[in-house]
């Protein structure tokens, strides 16, 4: 869908506050009143738009927050929750219950693996892990079970990219929910205009992108969006992952730079993994011609946000990727941390960290080597500057030999 444009939707959305304030007020209530004992119970049984009751359901500021990432991502309606994992989980378990079987991918945030791998066979949901770029591997694991395929559009940390349009076609053909996370891509792909049913964020990351505060939100269909609200039986309700007001309130006021920060993540990043690619590092970056699903990118994407932040290489061993972590945290070039979408580059080697709950025989298969190293591409201004540096930096613990 290469004529969406998602940071224009967001920006013709218009809020006022309570006194004509630019920025709409903050709803600083956990519980609200209502004139008539009839509109409470009206509003229990969710038949009162308007009407907010307790803040475990919704907020005014929630809300608001919901209504522009809906706009981003070009869906009915989004319900925002306090955390990435506060939206995964209630997704999939709104959508399956005992007997019922995922595709997933192999390659997603460790968090949703281990959900998938480790929790939900407890509630007899099945999941069957696969690589989502071999089309036909993921319909030779459906069943007639299977309610869902669950993705990254840019996997964390191989950088693995979705065919989202023919996932979403392999979905529909056998009467499946697609649901993908979008969380390494905001904006520059928008996963509801190729198809996916439901798409889910962390806020954690670039949405939010002062690594302030966690934050997550589901978009969808508005019978999806409020099933998951249902004071009945409602899994976002009922777990209870809700974001505060205060917080949605300021990830709101952050998410008006999201596309200027998108580009300049993007654009950073791009001319790291070309220099690093040219001086011969293995590197991994969705914007390279050598990279497997550059094309498939390409596709999707809307072009003026770019590939993203978020490049990979190999250090060639777990002691030289951490040593160069180490050094270059010195040199104040980022930060050795998890998550990413900083103004500051961050970095990390996802086989300890990040992906260390994906079992060690596994990360191998996937090809998820001990020397891999995650970079988060922050928005230095002088991008030139820091790739002198950061080859300094390798060549000092012999990463690069000169
Ligand atoms: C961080 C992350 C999550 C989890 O989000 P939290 O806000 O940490 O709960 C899910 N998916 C991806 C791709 C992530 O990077």
Redesign the pocket.
Known sequence: MKDFKPANEIQDLQYFGEFGGVNPSISDSSTYTFLSAKTMFDTFEGNTDGCYLYSRHSTPSNLYLGEALAAMEGTETANVAG????A?TPTILQICGAGDHIVSSRTI?G??YAFLKNFTPRMGIETSFVDITKLDIVEAEITKNTKMIYC?SVS?PLLEVADIKALSALAKKHNLQLVV?N??SPLSISPAKLGADVVIH?L??FINGSSDT???VICGTSDFVNSTKSVIDGASMLLGASMDSLRSSSILKNMRTLHIRMKQHSKNAAFLAEKFESIGLKTVYPGLESHPSHTVFKSMMNEEYGFGGILTIDAGSLEKANALMELMQEKNLGYLAVS?GFYKTLFSAPGTSTSSEIPADEQKEMGLTDGLIRFSIGLDNDIERTYQMMKNCMIEVGVLHT
């Open positions: 955390s990435g994992m506060g995964i945030y968090g949703t990254e964390n996370d969380t390494f962390s954690t990351k966690m934050g997550g990413l």
